[in-house]
């Protein structure tokens, strides 16, 4: 059976495009550990992950938090990259514009993977952790958690593309 069209477009239309995975490989929420100092993606990463089974509220979060109890998807992210030095806008439209853009194959810790149908800004942003994982807050009646985009024919079918935010300073 051949791909849709819209798979085939997908950057990860064949399994050997997909970024660090390998056919025995599962996706895992845990980051590796390095005797280095960690990159500020895998700060922000490690940061985001931190707050898995925190609710989901509309508008929630901050470079100190929490908010509300919770975080929305683009609080989630401005909070995960304030710990690596990097000063992001609450609104996933404009984190859309905040950093470099960065090819599916090329994906690391922390990148922002963006989605949502359309042309115009995307509507949902996620924390990228490895293996086509990310870590999102996302929706009202939900929490934070990982979930395999990748793997999603939700989210590949809405998939627009990732960022990657430049700290500030790079001695953090």
């Known amino acids: ?57 509309w508008g929630g979060g901050s470079t100190a938090g929490p908010t509300g109890g919770g975080f929305d998807c683009s609080g989630l992210a401005l909070h995960a990259w304030s710990r690596a030095g990097a000063v992001l806008t609450h609104y996933t439209g404009s984190q859309f514009r905040q950093g470099r853009r960065v090819p599916f194959s090329q994906l690391q810790a922390g990148d922002l993977v963006f989605f949502g ?11 990228y952790v490895k293996d ?33 935010p430049t700290p500030r300073t790079a001695t953090r």
Not at 117 to 127: E, I, K, L, M
Not at 149 to 160: G, P
Request: hydrophobic share 30%; no cysteine.
């Open 117 to 127: 149908g359309g042309t115009g800004d995307p509507t949902h942003v996620g924390v």
């Open 1 to 57: 059976m051949s791909p849709s069209p819209a798979a085939s477009s997908r950057p990860w239309a064949t399994p050997s495009s997909r970024p660090s995975a390998t056919p025995s490989s599962r996706p895992s929420a845990t980051l590796s550990q390095q005797p280095d100092r960690p990159s500020p993606g895998q700060t922000a990463a490690a940061a985001a992950l931190r707050q898995i089974g925190r609710p989901y509220v």
């Open 132 to 164: 086509g994982v990310m870590v999102h807050a996302p929706k009202r009646g939900d929490v934070v958690k990982t979930t395999d985009f990748a793997a999603s024919a939700y989210y590949r079918s809405r998939y627009r593309g990732a960022v990657r």
